[in-house]
């Protein structure tokens, strides 16, 4: 058994999960590290964040998901060190021997160097912030039902969501479902289908990564759903509760009761680590290039994969593109990651370079609403279909890694009943004037 | 509108929720205050401490409760202050007049006077400390698997529950289930079936509010699901992961990685306030000795039910008796004074004092295992009858509420499958040692 080869992994999203999965009948000893213990499905994170699932919903515990595979442990914790030439990674002051490692650390909210917005504009990468989205956005309506302060009510019932691509969107469709539908009739005092809700975004078009006749539905459909979309909008200041926004050359100032980041991310903290241990470069976006086999330049048995790593597509245009930061793209690398260790083990030639297959985009936009393209064949669709489309690939995933039809149920149930059924405000402490007898969050 | 009748009913537990729901058709204004923005099924916060539920399955949104129900508004924050004499209730620098007004603020956990121990002994009376105990259990296996020390792995692998009272039984059972079941071969280095977990209790014998022999009966299967009962121990002091217990005359240290406290209760902070605005009495446990018919001494239109109210039990017995602290007695409480309110708005003669019906009592042990005692026919019965009876019961309050049918698949599912779906270690900054990158709470 010590002489089996050694794999640490770190990091349990989309990226290290297809990697140890890829390898469930190797030979080898695998150590998979996170600093959370569960799996998490981002891409409906935006669903936690307006109650209509539950944390625990979108969340495969990582040792439930390994139970079976015998020849992967995992270890919940950090990677402090990286030793590239002694090949070791530490977790305080545990060494753990590798010799191979993947970093899949993946990416975290991105404010482009303003850490100070960050109190006041939540992101959505972690159940926690999705949780506090959601608290924020309940609050925000609780006290406008009891303010008596007109200017104080319009800036609690104002949204702001910044950024327009995919998860901009979702949050601005499904924060528009809560307020229009769920929650309508819940108030005496303020009326939140009244509310506003407003999605900055600085390109020309939302979805810009889509073809411009499906940003040009999911507009329509977002004004359909009383969306305000400020398209090359810059937002130059983020305060407690007030955006400072140039709108195409005025500024403006806009209130609002709760501010939603979705602008931007950025690779993990880890990445600098990664860097400092083997000299690689990291780029503006904090993501480390790597080689088209996926391993770091001069250190064959260290590969980078999933949102962490630049990898540059093999297109024959001129235009110099990247895999995106998607989760496809992560199983696709981990997976590759993985076929490549076997070819090592058992001598066998290593395959050709990485390959991003693009199975497709979609972007759902609220309730039986979604754009979907298919680069081949070629074939771009909205409406109803897409939104079984969209739902179809999502409800997969999720039951890939364990037996989620109770997801499935309750979803089937909010969209009959328009019932979202997790709108809890959780650790209020930051909300409550006087915390006195709250738990201690 | 002015001119109707107007009742603030400050906290949405069983008893304010029960005196609102039983005016609903009274031509009145009610106002419903609460910290919180659900109503929380208590009972069941032991299953979300142990990932068996999420805790959205156990709390209903106070204004989804109320949505059909316009004579009442929800208001969500803090009582700051009362006044009996002007009639009002202030929240923050908002005052809300009243003509009756119902205290319902409930119950919070109990250190004895020692607020220090708080920190390292987790109650069980939000959702947040029942996520917080999730997170503990969960994230001591994680130290132990990593860790090389036997001293430090065997008091990781140690849980002590202080309360030998049904929420402590259960508990104790509910963590020896996911411990030697849920979690049986999640680990690699560690051995979760060998968890060691203590039930101290100051009595003669856990379940003292029971008969004997139903302590027995739970005794018995406590034993035979590898739980420690220490009876007539008392906890002299509780440090970080350490207890010193007096072990009938023998002092004794015992580390613990995790340390539940269900060993008692307290009425709720707002006594305070409301004893210094009325001049009422205050009990040793924090509660406020009221009439028999639940009103305040000289203040006949100033109510307070459920776990605030300290209420003697009308028996034919010498033995100075109270009504109990539990759901049943505050649904009872708050359904009586709905009745009064409807006499005195149609001038009808007021009802007989306020008498407690004990339907019973129950505990759950664990999977297939209660105690049932029932007084009238006099009944008492345990096993898997027991389970189905418990669990009818608090699925039938759950239901009452809200359509809880995914709470009672989930439970079947778990019940089949030893499951337990929530299984995350949230809000972990607490918890790892170095926070970078993690979320701000």
Chains 1, 2 share one sequence.
């Not at 993990?268 to 996926?294: E, F, N």
Request: a positive charge.
């Amino acid at each position: 058994m010590a002489n089996k080869h050694r794999l640490v992994v770190v990091g349990g999203g989309f990226a290290g999960v297809a990697l140890v999965q890829s390898l469930r009948k190797a030979d080898i000893d695998i150590t998979l590290i996170d600093r959370r213990n569960y799996h998490l499905f981002q891409p409906l994170l935006y669903q936690v964040a307006t109650g209509g699932l539950s944390p625990a919903n979108i969340s495969a515990p990582l040792r439930e998901v390994f139970r079976k595979q015998k020849n992967c442990r995992t270890l919940m914790g950090e990677v402090t060190e990286i030793d590239a030439v002694q090949k070791w990674v530490a977790m305080g002051d545990q060494k753990i021997p590798f010799d191979t490692l993947a970093i899949a650390a993946g990416a975290t909210t991105s404010y482009f160097g303003n850490t100070a917005w960050e109190e006041h504009a939540v992101g959505l990468k972690t159940i926690e912030e999705a949780t506090e989205i959601r608290s924020r956005v309940l609050w925000a309506l609780e006290r406008a039902e009891i303010s008596q302060d007109p200017a104080e009510i319009q800036k609690l019932m104002t949204f702001v969501i910044v950024g327009g691509g995919p998860t901009g969107v979702e949050m601005a469709g499904a924060i528009s479902e809560l307020a229009r539908y769920t929650l309508k009739g819940d108030f005496r005092a303020i009326d939140p289908t009244k509310v506003r809700i407003i999605l900055i975004d600085g390109a020309e078009r939302i979805l810009s990564s889509f073809e411009p006749s499906s940003s040009q539905r999911a507009l329509k459909c977002l004004s359909r759903m009383g969306v305000e979309v400020w398209s090359k909008g810059r937002v130059k200041q983020v305060e407690k509760e007030l955006l400072h926004v140039d709108r195409q050359g005025n500024m403006e100032e806009l209130p609002a009761g709760t501010i939603v980041w979705a602008a931007g991310v950025k690779g993990a903290a880890l990445g600098a680590k990664v860097a400092s241990a083997t000299g690689a470069a990291i780029d503006k976006s904090g993501r480390i290039p790597i080689l088209p086999d996926l391993t770091l330049p001069g250190y064959s048995e260290i590969f980078v994969i999933g949102d962490l790593a630049s990898v540059a597509l093999l297109k024959n245009s001129d235009e110099k593109k990247f895999v995106p930061g998607v989760a496809p793209a992560a199983i696709q690398m981990g997976q590759y990651v993985g076929k490549i260790i076997q070819c090592r083990l058992s001598g066998n030639r290593e395959p050709a370079p990485f390959h991003y297959f693009d199975k497709g985009s979609m972007a759902t936009i609220g309730r039986a609403a979604a754009v979907v393209e298919i680069p081949w064949p070629k074939l771009k669709f909205g409406g109803f279909l897409a939104w079984v489309a969209w739902l179809l690939v999502h409800v997969s995933f999720l039951v890939q890694f364990e037996n989620r039809v109770l997801v499935l149920l309750q979803w089937a149930g909010n969209y009959f009943t328009r019932n979202r059924s997790a709108l809890l405000i959780t650790h209020p402490t930051e909300l409550v004037d006087d915390p006195k007898g709250t738990p201690r969050h």
